[in-house]
T-cell receptor
Framework: EAGVVQSPRYKIIEKKQPVAFWCNPI?????LYWYRQNLGQGPELLIR????????DSQLPKDRFSAERLKGVDSTLKIQPAELGDSAVYLC??????????????FGPGTRLTVL | DQQVKQNSPSLSVQEGRISILNCDYT??????FLWYKKYPAEGPTFLIS?????DKNEDGRFTVFLNKSAKHLSLHIVPSQPGDSAVYFC????????FGKGTRLHILP
């Protein structure tokens, strides 16, 4: 079974440029998460989707970040414009559903973003 | 303010010995605790979890202990193997999962 797929794996951009990350979750997983992991820190949740609905986006900086999961399958996270402090690894994860009995999350390899 | 704290950034253990990774938390509403393992250039992978109603959960070489009164949990790996060298994240759940900063475990030959 294929795991969570993310692309690109690495991205280098100049500040003020836009950038987008793509995630394809494990087939059949209804819940999709985007995390940001800064250097030396643990992952921090940005947004959680149940199917196509964003049910928790309280940690998403909405002035420059946006996300979508239009058909309830793959998802895109966008930053526009990027700032130096956005340099981090952006992780996508999915789980069967967010019901607590099935909360095991499967992570993709992440996209390492460097903003110059 | 960090709700999940892993105070040891790194730990070195001889192969075959026991590795003990510690984690403290501040939020008494956490109902579920998890440990994730992460290799370089890969995403974290789920290792083991424990519900707040239990004090111990064991899975092969991995055991997690929970002390609710002390708001402390630990992960024991015995015997430690070279493939256990990785970063280990402690995580806790209320309405979302909150991760600690991680502990880098080095298994020495």
């Amino acid at each position: 079974e294929a795991g969570v797929v993310q692309s690109p794996r690495y991205k280098i951009i100049e500040k003020k440029q836009p950038v987008a990350f793509w995630c394809n979750p494990i087939s059949g997983h209804n819940t999709l998460y985007w995390y940001r992991q800064n250097l030396g820190q643990g992952p921090e949740l940005l947004i959680r989707y149940e199917n196509e609905e964003a049910v928790d986006d309280s940690q998403l900086p909405k002035d420059r970040f946006s996300a979508e999961r239009l058909k309830g399958v793959d998802s895109t996270l966008k930053i526009q414009p990027a700032e130096l402090g956005d340099s981090a690894v952006y992780l996508c994860a999915s789980s069967l559903r967010s019901d607590w009995s099935y909360n095991e999350q499967f992570f993709g390899p992440g996209t390492r973003l460097t903003v110059l | 303010d960090q709700q999940v704290k892993q105070n040891s950034p790194s730990l070195s253990v001889q192969e075959g010995r026991i590795s003990i990774l510690n984690c403290d938390y501040t939020n008494s509403m956490f109902d579920y605790f998890l440990w994730y393992k992460k290799y370089p250039a890969e995403g974290p992978t789920f290792l083991i979890s424990i519900s707040s109603i239990k004090d111990k959960n064991e899975d092969g070489r991995f055991t997690v202990f929970l002390n609710k009164s002390a708001k402390h949990l630990s992960l024991h790996i015995v015997p430690s193997q070279p493939g256990d060298s990785a970063v280990y994240f402690c995580a806790a759940r209320d309405d979302k999962i909150i991760f600690g900063k991680g502990t880098r475990l080095h298994i020495l030959p």
